[in-house]
């Protein structure tokens, strides 16, 4: 069965630092591959998404996400942090009509 | 184009009673999935419909049902409200393809006293 482990429930770092989120999944095929953030009282927003191809994929907001197969990895980072990037991020995998998400980790960002 | 619209945003219910919520998705989106969001259980699949069609369900009680209207629009209800199912309750629209990203809406927030 498919599943989603994001290990880190809570990160802070501070404004200007890099951000490194990870993520794990269990999949029997080619997972497809998402990341979403939600910030407090909204729905998810889409940052990425991976199907094939280029392991490294470009999202909004100047993020971007590595696919490690030999992994079963697919880690969210970013350079530089902005304050508005406090938030909380989920991982998910799979597809449409059986989309599985990680717990989340809520990332704090100090000035 | 206006993104995925949910309502009420708020609702407050009394155990035993039913609710409906109501989903419409982004134009030209056929696919609406719904999704139960709790702190302890984290975002669970609940159904996903497309064309009226519901194509997956779930592993939610038969309390929890939904429909899909011709204009694509979508209702999710709950019947004999339990406290534990008091959540955030989001739903998605997509274009219906197996690896189509999901479109949240901004969810209905559903307490049950």
């Known amino acids: 069965a498919q599943s989603v482990t994001q290990p880190d429930i809570h990160i802070t770092v501070s404004e200007g630092a890099s951000l490194e989120l990870r993520c794990n999944y269990s999949y029997g095929a080619t997972p497809y591959l998402f990341w979403y953030v939600q910030s407090p009282g909204q729905g998810l927003q889409l940052l990425l998404k991976?199907?094939?191809?280029?392991?490294l994929v470009q999202g909004i907001k100047g993020f971007e996400a590595e696919f490690k197969r030999s992994q079963s990895s697919f880690n969210l980072r970013k350079p530089s942090v902005h304050w508005s990037d406090a938030a909380e991020y989920f991982c998910?995998?799979?597809?449409?009509?059986?989309?599985?998400f990680g717990a989340g980790t809520r990332l704090t960002v100090k000035p | 184009k206006a993104g995925v619209t949910q309502t009420p945003r708020y609702l407050i219910k009394t155990r035993g009673q039913q609710v409906t919520l109501s989903c419409s998705p982004i134009s030209g989106h056929r696919s609406v999935s719904w999704y139960q969001q709790t702190p302890g259980q984290g975002l669970q699949f609940l159904f996903e419909?497309?064309?009226?069609?519901?194509?997956n369900k779930g592993n939610f009680p038969g309390r929890f049902s939904g429909r899909q209207f011709s204009n694509s629009r979508s209702e999710m209800n709950v019947s004999t409200l339990e406290l534990g199912d008091s959540a955030l309750y989001l739903c998605a629209s997509s274009l219906g393809l197996e690896n189509s990203p999901l479109h949240f809406g901004n969810g209905t927030r559903l307490t049950v006293t």
């Open positions: 998910a995998v799979g597809s449409i009509n059986d989309m599985r």
């Open positions: 419909y497309f064309s009226e069609t519901q194509r």
């Open positions: 991976y199907f094939s191809g280029d392991t």
